[in-house]
């Protein structure tokens, strides 16, 4: 390799990332290796990966593998070994040698998984001692690799990322950098309370043998979340450069169209004349397209703009095809195809619709005069009846619709639309493999038929579904901690909306992993079938409501001595206040249902998870401060010891540390603070909370109002702010020069004077959620308003 610069590399300067880009000028030759990984299934990717390896989906005309290697020998890289692992005879038969590509391949086959790393780890021979480049077989991109292999070498890096840019961050690794390109952290598949930044990693390193050395011999390892953490810890030199070119994730079968369109609207520059076929007369061409060799255009169809018909087509008169791609599919006279993708042998008769993000797989049929809805999608070999209309995938389950999980840990939507019958028993196979499954209800008939369609799944899946009556979603959360079962459920209503809130056995929502594990799972359309001897049953567990009280009495008494009378108040309604007040009765004070002044006052909400109190005097103690008195309560009668939400007040720290004790943060404090969220229930379930506050008012006979001012005087303000562009990149320039913007966890504190401002990207929307704190009104106010307007002025500017 040979590297000119402007001046000698001894006086570069590296003021940013971008400024590196500008002041070398590179001419690059290599003498490196490549290390392609190509062992993907392609699971998002079905019906279009059945039967193939991931990257040998076809895209204008070869396979997206052929794409990768043309990228490489045009940076001069000849040399490459290939790991493969699904079908990888499909690879080697299509590919050989490499030498009619002007290139020499060497296969890796694992015969289990082995990891990123691991996976490269056993290429080490051949590559050498020498640095070498690694890239996804799978993907799609152009992206500078001399540019690429430049800065590696300037920073003598034991190991170089690439990264770019994605608004919707969640499904790639977060990389954190240094305005130089040093690697601060990593966040792998964040929620959206993680995202600080818009720079993700792309899977194509540059690295060197130093680095590798790190990787066990055997086993399975990850580079993103076991190999590039490790180097960090020791101090090596790991850095992350946005690289220009494209490059794109072909993840699920919106990418895929999305890689499409970017080549024909010349976004990613792929080798479109290979392959490409004469356009007949007669036809009328809306561009830019892509037609490729032995297909048939009747005169009066209408292709494109944006559309890929591929070998082997068929296209009949008066059809229209736009935005799709055909892969030896036929479109028969008069149809409609817009936005989908047809696999081989695919067909749709004359008159018929397929919709936006449909595809059809190998040998699917739609009958004249039909109706494919936008995202359903047929398995090979399905049909849809003459005249008929297909408004759900035909696999082994079908919904099109993607759920999510938003940042609560809930499934939400509206009855009948994302949240179906046929949703909840698609869901509820998936959870029936657990074994026993609780599941409650409450709020109209509606929950109820959501609840006993997932119980139904449990059931098919061999699950043993246990109905209870639990009713609201903290009574449930206690059900699944206190049996310790593996998994429990609520379905809440609210008018046409639904709220299916899951809770595994520690009572906690489930995590982020097993989150998108059923989400990939419900867009997949899979499910779980047992044989009719094998289905499990549907059990009614009764008591929950006495249980969940009494058990919040006794654990959150502070002594066994005999607790002075307390009257108190507790707001009218059944669910969580209903439990509320059995729980306090049982703790021994005489409970008034309703709100008045002279006694304390409690109202639960958020489905239990939350409490407001009023004291003695009317004056309203908020459930921020409510947190910090329970902080309060837990130094000077427990442990020492407490634990708070990653957006919980400064002013529980504050407390703690007056007392000589610790206050450990979700996400910051990583399981150490989990495992204590367990242990605490008072620090977050509101029925919880209310006894260990009224625990402590009977042992010492002290008021509320008392209570309230032994904690800090501070005030909270809360805020949105609606974005236009992506909540990485506002939250990203906020953060900038900010030692927060390596904190690991949910979300950003950052300290302003006397005050606190915390900001978390939204979950369900874009927007950012901004907590302002301070020892006032007005300030906390004013600092709110102060990033609300930072934000905004981030996300106006280009």
Same mark, same amino acid.
């Given at each position: ?8 590399s ?9 400024a ?8 690059v ?6 290390v ?29 593998l052929?794409?990768?290697l ?24 299509f ?11 060497t ?50 890096s ?7 840019r ?5 499904e ?11 690697v ?5 598949k ?12 792309t ?17 399975e390892?990850?580079?993103?979340k076991e ?21 794109q ?30 356009i ?11 037609i ?15 559309a ?5 087509? #068929? =296209? ?5 095809? /736009?935005?799709? &791609?055909? %892969? !030896?599919?036929?479109? $028969? *006279?008069?149809?409609? +195809? ?7 042998n ?23 005069e039909?109706?494919?809805?936008p ?14 209309k297909?408004?759900?995938s035909?696999?082994t ?16 939507? #509206? =009855?009948?639309?994302e949240?179906?019958? /046929?949703?909840? &028993?698609? %869901? !509820?196979?998936?959870? $029936? *493999?657990?074994?026993q +499954? ?9 929950a ?17 579904a ?5 009713p ?17 459920l ?5 008018g046409d ?10 009572g ?34 009764a ?10 009495a ?27 007040a ?18 304390p ?72 603070a ?22 402590r ?84 106010q004013?600092l ?7 934000a905004?002025r ?5």
């Amino acid at each position: 390799m040979t590297i000119n610069t402007a001046k000698p590399s001894a006086q570069v300067f590296f003021p940013t990332s971008k400024a590196i880009l500008r002041n070398i000028i590179v001419k690059v030759v290599f003498p490196m290796k490549a290390v392609i990984l190509a062992g993907g299934e392609g699971s998002r990717l079905r019906p279009l990966t059945l039967g193939r390896p991931k990257p040998m989906t076809p895209l204008f005309g070869k396979p997206v593998l052929g794409h990768i290697l043309d990228l490489l020998r045009r940076h001069g890289i000849r040399e490459a070994a290939v790991t493969l692992g699904y079908l990888p005879a499909a690879v080697t038969d299509f590919f050989g040698d490499g030498s009619q590509l002007g290139m020499k391949l060497t296969y890796f086959v694992e015969k289990e998984p082995l990891g990123t790393a691991g996976g490269v780890k056993k290429c080490m021979d051949y590559l050498g001692e020498e640095d070498f480049l690694v890239l996804s077989g799978d993907g799609v991109c152009d992206l500078d690799l001399g540019q690429f292999m430049a800065l590696h070498q300037s920073r003598r890096s034991a190991a170089s990322l690439a990264l770019a840019r994605r608004q919707e961050p969640l499904e790639y690794g977060l990389v954190r950098t240094d305005s130089s390109g040093r690697v601060l952290g990593f966040v792998e598949k964040p929620g959206w309370g993680e995202v600080d930044t818009e720079l993700v990693n792309t899977g194509v390193y540059l690295l060197s043998h130093r680095a590798m050395e790190l990787v066990p011999d055997d086993g399975e390892y990850d580079f993103g979340k076991e190999l590039f953490p490790r180097l960090l810890e020791r101090g090596e030199a790991l850095y992350g450069w946005e690289i220009p070119g494209y490059w794109q994730d072909m993840g699920d079968c919106g990418a895929y169209l999305d890689c499409a369109a970017d080549a024909l609207a010349g976004k990613v520059a792929l080798d479109l004349e290979e392959g490409q076929g004469p356009i007949p007369e007669g036809v009328e061409i809306r561009k830019p397209c892509w037609i490729g060799r032995r297909t048939f255009l009747a005169r009066g169809c209408t292709v494109g703009p944006y559309a890929v018909i591929g070998e082997g087509s #068929t =296209v009949e008169t008066g059809a229209v095809v /736009e935005r799709s &791609v055909l %892969l !030896g599919a036929s479109v $028969g *006279e008069g149809a409609e +195809v817009t936005g989908a993708i047809l696999c081989q042998n695919a067909a749709v008769h004359s008159r018929a619709m397929v919709g936006p993000g449909a595809v059809l797989g190998e040998g699917a049929t739609v009958g004249a005069e039909a109706i494919v809805a936008p995202g359903v999608k047929l398995w090979p070999g399905r049909r849809v009846a003459e005249g008929g209309k297909a408004t759900a995938s035909q696999v082994t389950a079908g919904q099109p619709a993607s759920l999510r999980f938003s940042a609560g840990g809930a499934l939400q939507g #509206t =009855v009948g639309e994302e949240l179906t019958p /046929e949703t909840m &028993v698609a %869901l !509820g196979s998936l959870l $029936g *493999e657990k074994g026993q +499954v609780a599941l409650g209800w409450a709020g109209g008939a509606a929950a109820g038929m959501l609840g006993r369609a997932l119980g139904c799944g449990v059931a098919a899946a061999g699950g043993q579904a246990l109905v209870s009556d639990a009713p609201c979603p903290s009574a449930a959360a206690w059900l699944g901690r206190y049996y310790r079962l593996p998994v429990s459920l609520f379905v809440q209503q609210d008018g046409d909306i639904a709220q299916v809130r899951l809770f595994g056995g520690d009572g906690l929502s489930i995590d982020r992993p097993w989150q998108r594990k059923l989400e990939g799972a419900l867009l997949r359309g899979e499910s779980s079938r047992v044989p009719a001897g094998r289905v499990g049953r549907l059990e009614t567990v009764a008591g929950v409501r006495s249980g969940y009280g009494e058990d919040a009495a006794r654990r959150c008494r502070l002594s066994q001595l005999p607790l002075h009378p307390i009257e108190v108040w507790v707001e009218r309604g059944e669910g969580a206040n209903a439990m509320l007040a059995s729980a306090l009765v049982a703790l021994g004070c005489k409970v008034y249902r309703g709100m008045g002044r002279g006694i304390p006052a409690f109202s639960a909400d958020w489905g239990g998870f939350r409490l407001t109190a009023w004291d003695e005097e009317g004056n309203r103690l908020s459930p921020d401060q409510l947190l910090v008195l329970l902080t309060r309560i837990e130094m000077e009668n427990g442990t020492g010891r407490a634990v708070a939400p990653a957006w919980a007040p400064t002013a529980a720290e504050t407390v703690a540390l007056s007392f000589g004790g610790s206050l450990l943060r979700l996400g910051r404090d990583g399981e150490a603070a989990r495992q204590l969220w367990r242990e605490q229930p008072w620090m977050w379930d509101a029925v919880f909370a209310a006894c260990r506050i009224c625990a402590r008012m009977g042992l010492t006979g002290q008021t509320l109002s008392h209570l309230g001012r032994s904690i800090p005087r501070f005030a909270t303000v809360r805020g949105e702010v609606s974005l236009r562009s992506g909540r990485g990149r506002v939250m990203g320039r906020i953060l900038e020069g900010s030692e927060e913007a390596s904190t690991p966890g949910e979300g950003a504190r950052l300290q302003i004077g006397d005050g606190w401002v915390y900001l978390a990207p939204m979950s369900s929307r874009s927007a950012l959620r901004i907590i302002a704190e301070a020892s006032d009104m007005e300030t906390a106010q004013e600092l709110c308003g102060i990033f609300r307007d930072r934000a905004k002025r981030i996300d106006g500017e280009k």
